[in-house]
């Protein structure tokens, strides 16, 4: 029988018994190195078997406390039981048989549920995917589609996913594009709203949105007649590219933007999306409701599953037009709608306060950490932004990776984003002790990295 999840006097916070990575950790990772793709990204050694909530347990029995949810997916938490039966009666009863060809009445149940839970009251229609890229590369073919026009606006910093659609609108690494071009023509990117670091060097109390209107006032005066542009994608709060929150008023803006010159408005709330940060979506927070909206990671709890969800006068081509064999499949379908349930009743609340506890534990940080930049988030989804200087902002990139690293030896999961941040994406159903314990570790683990940068030893 598979061993259970063991009780600890904590039970839920970390539990750790041997140095890491530990000896059966290490006979996977030696595997791993041999047979798996390099291209993976992965920055501490955690070699995961169980999950239970916000805890993960390694195969050496290391219990620790995961806030990085499987990046953003595990929004009810690991293995959540009532996902799990959701999950084991789908299985038992239909696995596949191609929503692209046949009908079940899972598929259109969670399309409806899916359209009333977007922004914006008009009627909605979905096409399901398995991943965020997918849900990306429907709504660029949607949105070519539905204008007849060929170029996308997109952001530097962006993170639309890597098949090669999208990753024309992916701007946040070099390495994710390097040799994969030509990448598909038409795609402009211009500069997020990203006030801690303004490339026009402004402040958000007075530059009038700048930043979005250069849109109209140089970019279709000077270079891409509005006419051409399908759509404007956005990441409502940038995620890959450092948790960057924008003012709400940028994407009013580009509403407005979008309204005048017929463009569509795409949101990418792949990683935003789904109670993460304390409402629904998090272009709710700007009251701002697109044309389309791409959901991915954390609406399944982590089965592959994807959706673009589109106004009923945009998301009208023909049969044929686009599918996916698997895309919509019942069992990931099963787990949604699970999910969906969970995050409505209780989830999408603990994730609006524990976020607030999370930030009012961290307000102070740029005060009392030479290190930290700038604290921003909302909700479950806050970054920490690491420099080597405050006036300069020079970018901490070595020392946030060992900062992460630290952190993992504590028993704390965390990941980067950006060159130099950290995020904090636990899942939704964190606890307060949970919350308390990673702000506790992480401060500890940064005085310790600060005093050695201080002592020119790191
Ligand atoms: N869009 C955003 C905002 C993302 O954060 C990601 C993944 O991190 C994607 C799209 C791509 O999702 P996937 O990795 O499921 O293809």
Not at 238 to 251: K, N, R, S
Not at 295 to 311: D, E, F, Q, R, Y
Not at 420 to 441: E, G, H, I, S, W
Request: a positive charge.
């Amino acid at each position: 029988m598979e061993k259970k999840m063991r009780p600890s006097r904590a039970s839920d916070l970390p539990l750790l018994k041997t140095a890491l990575p530990g000896p059966a950790a290490r006979k996977v990772l030696a595997e791993d190195e041999q047979y798996v793709s390099p291209s993976y990204t992965r920055s501490y050694p955690l070699v995961a078997k169980h999950g239970r909530g916000a805890l993960i347990e390694d195969v050496d029995g290391n219990q620790f406390l995961d806030f990085s949810a499987g990046i953003a997916v595990v929004a009810t938490g690991h293995c959540h039981p009532k996902v799990v039966r959701a999950i084991q009666k789908q299985a038992a009863e239909l696995i596949h048989m191609s929503g692209t060809d046949f009908y079940y009445p899972s598929l259109a149940t969670l399309a409806r549920k899916l359209a009333e839970l977007a922004p914006g009251n008009g009627a909605k229609r979905v096409y399901f995917g398995n991943s965020g890229t997918e849900a990306i590369e429907a709504a660029m073919k949607l949105a070519r589609h539905h204008t007849g026009r060929d170029k996308f606006i997109a952001f530097t910093g962006a993170f639309h996913g890597r098949t090669l659609g999208a990753l024309s609108l992916t701007a946040s690494r070099p390495v994710q594009r390097h040799k994969f071009g030509p990448l598909i023509p038409g795609v402009i990117h211009i500069p997020y709203a990203y006030c801690y670091r303004c490339v026009y060097n402004l402040k958000p109390e007075d530059c009038a949105m700048h930043c979005a209107r250069i849109i109209e006032e140089q970019l279709f005066r000077t270079y891409v007649p509005s006419s051409e542009v399908a759509a404007i994608f956005v990441e409502p709060i940038q995620g890959e590219g450092g948790y960057v929150v924008p003012p709400p008023e940028f994407l009013r803006e580009l509403r407005r933007i979008c309204d005048r010159h017929g463009i569509l408005l795409v949101a990418d709330e792949v990683q935003s999306g789904f109670g993460r940060t304390g409402k629904m979506w998090a272009i709710d927070h700007a009251g701002v409701v697109p044309d389309i909206l791409c959901v991915a990671k954390g609406i399944a709890s982590g089965l592959p599953l994807s959706a673009t969800i589109a106004k009923v006068e945009i998301m009208n081509w023909p049969p044929g037009a686009h599918a996916s064999t698997f895309g919509g499949n019942p069992v990931a379908i099963a787990a949604a709608l699970a999910s969906i349930a969970l995050v409505e009743e209780k989830y999408v609340d603990n994730a609006a306060r524990m976020g607030d506890y999370l930030l009012s534990r961290l307000k102070d940080w740029p005060q009392r950490h030479p290190m930290v930049g700038e604290i921003r988030g909302k909700g479950l989804m806050v970054g920490i932004e690491l420099v080597r200087d405050k006036v300069t902002k020079e970018q901490a990139g070595d020392e946030r990776n060992h900062w992460v690293r630290l952190a993992f030896e504590k028993g704390l999961l965390v990941l980067g984003c950006g060159l130099n941040t950290l995020r904090l994406m636990p899942p939704l159903v964190v606890n307060r002790r949970q919350v308390d314990f990673a702000v506790d570790v992480l401060d500890h683990c940064l005085t310790e990295l600060e005093q050695k940068h201080a002592a020119g030893l790191a």
